[in-house]
């Protein structure tokens, strides 16, 4: 019982309000300090050695109140070690080990995060004077966007609940470098940043590029095959590679109609070569085509990775065959072939009496004879009579002429070999008209694969990046709205970084601090004629920049409390007119109407939101 009374003793001293040391003002005062420490005592401030004093100090003295800025209107940035880095192009460079983008104009900035602490490091790449208003200016802007605009909205806005749902539902599309490759190659796609590469070797070699263009273009694409297998791209080299794919998501996400009709073209094109969309696929393939794209692309993608693996399982058995297995092995590596040749029998990928150059089984005789009333079923509806014959031998060309025609001869030979092993009649095999026919077609084969691999991969992609960017129409099958996080970022990031940068430099303290002073009228006019000129390109997130900017205008005299209040209490109409500005430009959806529907989609948001504001202050 006593040490039960020593522990109640202990408890009531340790809580007694007489006996505290700390007291409860003073646990409120050590609340305030914290609260009252500015943002910018949470980054540590490096400059490389080749930073001019000069710059140090005049950044030194104006730094701390641009991180500092952002709070006055609610912006957090979440307290952790940051590291704020100024650098100039020649340490960039050295460090990075390639040189700097041409198409990148100092100040620049580029975001680091380190996950195990959740610290950013934010790397400032300056020019070699600071000596004019728009210099300084950017490295404002830069600063913002990458704090207010990158930082903010990792870490306070992605983390809600309801953008959460649209991230687990939108996976990052992605694509292995020799998939970029194959969509330059495949599709030609004409991409700025590889416009650009090729302009620079050009140059380097005293090319003329309008006539060596195709020819550079080509040579890049494979040399950096071979550097990619090899492991040997530079960091320019890859970040071309990258910016080429997000180009490209850019441009699908635009105007999807014109690469599904490019990829028709293509896969028309080698399949006018392979056959491989057989007579009685054809009415199947031509209403996915109409109807559902996207199903078109899965089929053809599906046959080519048939086609595919079925190349590599006659390469595989030629390589086995050439060692002489045991006759044990023989048997089953028999069976195996028969067996392929077996399915491509049931599934009709092949129509035995129509293989070339192989015995024909008799029984087959009376159902050839037959065989052309079932062409005439698939002739296309309205073909005049006198045309019937010519179609039919054109199917029955198609059919002997398919690749998986020649898949089944080689398969056909490799069986015969099988049999020619088992009896010891090698020789007499690769002398005999299976033997010559298995070669040539071996050729044949490694010859088509590359372009075959090529479009199959191109079709993966394309599948990919249309089941994320294209909403489908029908009423019935009408998927999800989701937020466009990737571009709803992107556009926040340039949005955000702009108004805080005019805001800022409207403050008598901070513009003195520019050479030449700065003009809000002129700064908001150069702004916005490049969001223009940029919503008129297609480029999709600034039509979202676009419409920030009229929600902002219209509310202005809320500052940016409005603005905020939207993202960070995010409702319905949100997803609703970000889907919407989003939406791909289609024959029915043009780019004038997106446009011409930001207001609507201004008022929309807007009231939306100002009920629910006039409902918590009721």
Known sequence: MKSFDSIDKSFEE??????????????????RKKEQIPPSKFFRIEYSASIPEETKLFLSGKIPDILDFPEKFGIQIPHANHLLRFIDQETYESEMGSPLPANVALPASRLKIINTSRAYNVTVILPKKLDTAEVIVNITRNLFSKLCGNIFFNEQILPLEFYRQSAQVQKQISAAIPEILDLVEELNFPAKSLQAFCESVAKSYRLDLEKKGA??????IA??????????????EQHT?????????????TNPEKFNQTVFERVKQLNSQLHFILPHERRAYEKFKQERFSHYIRSVMHKLEEITALSGFIEELHALLKQSPEAADLEGIGSQIRSRMRELRREKKVVQFYVPEIPQNPDL?????????RLIKMLPSGTPLKEWSKEIKRMEKHYAESIYSKLYSALHSLSEWTLALQESKTDDFHESEDGQRL????????????AVKGLQSVLGVLLDTS???????????KPRQLVPLDDFSKAWSYFISSILTMLYYQEPSASSTLPQGFR?????????????????RGINHFHIVKLLWLVYEEKEADDLTFLLFCIQKPQDILRYTLALTMRPVTEKTSLEKRLEKLPQYRDAWISAYQNRINEFEK
Do not use: A, C, M
Not at 16 to 27: C, F, V
Not at 439 to 450: A, E, F
Not at 467 to 477: F, G, P
């Open 223 to 236: 040399e950096w095959r071979e550097k990619w297998k090899s492991q040997s791209l530079s960091t320019e």
């Open 467 to 477: 089941e994320q960017y294209v909403l489908q129409t029908s009423d019935t099958d």
């Open 520 to 536: 809000t009228d002129n700064f908001l006019k150069s702004i916005l004629k490049f969001v223009d000129r940029q919503s008129i």
């Open 241 to 253: 590679l990258d910016s080429i794919f997000t180009e490209f998501k850019q441009t699908f996400r």
């Open 439 to 450: 070669k040539k077609l071996l050729l044949v084969l490694k010859y088509r694969t590359p």
């Open 14 to 31: 340790r809580f007694d309000p007489k006996l505290r040391t700390i007291g409860e003002s003073q646990l409120q005062n050590h609340d």
């Open 365 to 373: 005789k009376h159902i050839r004879q037959k065989f052309p009333l």
């Open 215 to 220: 020819e550079i273009r080509k040579q890049l």
